[in-house]
C-alpha cells in the first residue's frame, strides 16, 4: 500500500482565497482524521471520520473550515475564505476499525506526509 | 483536564548514547498511550504503544517504553542511539474513540 496521499504537499495562496487540501486513505481503513500542526498550538485534531461519515468536528476553528470525504477513498479539507493564521500543516490520517483488525490493530494511526500552507 | 506534557522541548545526545524521552499526562482512567516519530517533513510513523498489560513495550527501531501508573508517566528509551534517530518525538494519550492528545514534541539532536 502506497500509505495515505495527501496533495498538494505545499501550497502558498493569498489571504480570502478558496484552500482545498486532498487526502487519500489507506484501502480499508475505516477512519480518517484531519490535523493541523502549527508551532504554537502543537497537533491538534480537527475532525474525524468513520465509514465516510463526520464524528467529531469539535475541532474545526469556525465556519470558514469544512471537511468530506464522498467516499472511502478521498477526503478534502477546505478554507474558505482562507487567512494568514491559517498557515500550518494540514495532516491527514487513517486507522482500520476494531472490526477489521481487532482491538490491537485499531486506534493507531497512519500518517500522510502533510500539506504545508502558506496564506500571504 | 486530559493533557500531556513533555517536558524537554530539546535534547541533545552522542551517537551511541542512551536516550530517555520524557512523557507525562493527566487523565481521567487508564488511557492509550503512544509514542510517534516525526522526521523533517514527514507525517508522524508509529514507534509503539501502550493499551494494556506488560507496562514495558516494545517498539520499532529498536526503542522501548515503559508505562508507570503511579507516576502517570510513559517514558521513551533507546539504549544506544544512531544518527538517523534525529527527528521529532511525540507522546499521545487517549480514550478509545480516537481523541487523541498529542503533546508538543521533543526534538532529539544527535551528536557524531
Known amino acids: 500500500d502506497a500509505g495515505v496521499i495527501q496533495s498538494p504537499r505545499h501550497e502558498v495562496t493569498e489571504m480570502g482565497q478558496e484552500v482545498t487540501l486532498r487526502c487519500k486513505p489507506i484501502?480499508?481503513?475505516?477512519?480518517l482524521f484531519w490535523y493541523r500542526q502549527t508551532m504554537m498550538r502543537g497537533l491538534e485534531l480537527l475532525i474525524y471520520f468513520n465509514n465516510n461519515v463526520p464524528i467529531d468536528d469539535s475541532g474545526m476553528p469556525e465556519d470558514r473550515f469544512s471537511a468530506k470525504m464522498p467516499n472511502a477513498s478521498f477526503s478534502t479539507l477546505k478554507i474558505q475564505p482562507s487567512e494568514p493564521r491559517d498557515s500550518a500543516v494540514y495532516f491527514c490520517?487513517?486507522?482500520?476499525?476494531?472490526?477489521?483488525?481487532?482491538?490491537?490493530?485499531?486506534?493507531?494511526?497512519?500518517f500522510g506526509a502533510g500539506s504545508r500552507l502558506t496564506v500571504l | 483536564a486530559q493533557s500531556v506534557t513533555q517536558p524537554d522541548i530539546h535534547i541533545t545526545v552522542s551517537e551511541g548514547a542512551s536516550l530517555e524521552l520524557r512523557c507525562n499526562y493527566s487523565?481521567?482512567?487508564?488511557?492509550?498511550l503512544f509514542w510517534y516519530v516525526q522526521s523533517p517533513g514527514q507525517g508522524l510513523q508509529l514507534l509503539l504503544k501502550y493499551f494494556s498489560g506488560d507496562t514495558l513495550v516494545q517498539g520499532i527501531k529498536g526503542f522501548e517504553a515503559e508505562f508507570k501508573r503511579s507516576q502517570s508517566s510513559f517514558n521513551l528509551r533507546k539504549p544506544s542511539v544512531h544518527w538517523s534517530d534525529a527527528a521529532e518525538y511525540f507522546c499521545?494519550?487517549?480514550?478509545?474513540?480516537?481523541?487523541?492528545?498529542f503533546g508538543t514534541g521533543t526534538r532529539l539532536k544527535v551528536l557524531a
Open positions: 499521545a494519550v487517549g480514550p478509545r474513540t480516537y481523541k487523541y492528545i
Open positions: 490520517a487513517s486507522s482500520p476499525s476494531e472490526a477489521a483488525t481487532g482491538w490491537s490493530g485499531a486506534n493507531v494511526l497512519t
Open positions: 484501502s480499508g481503513h475505516d477512519y
Open positions: 487523565y481521567g482512567a487508564t488511557p492509550y
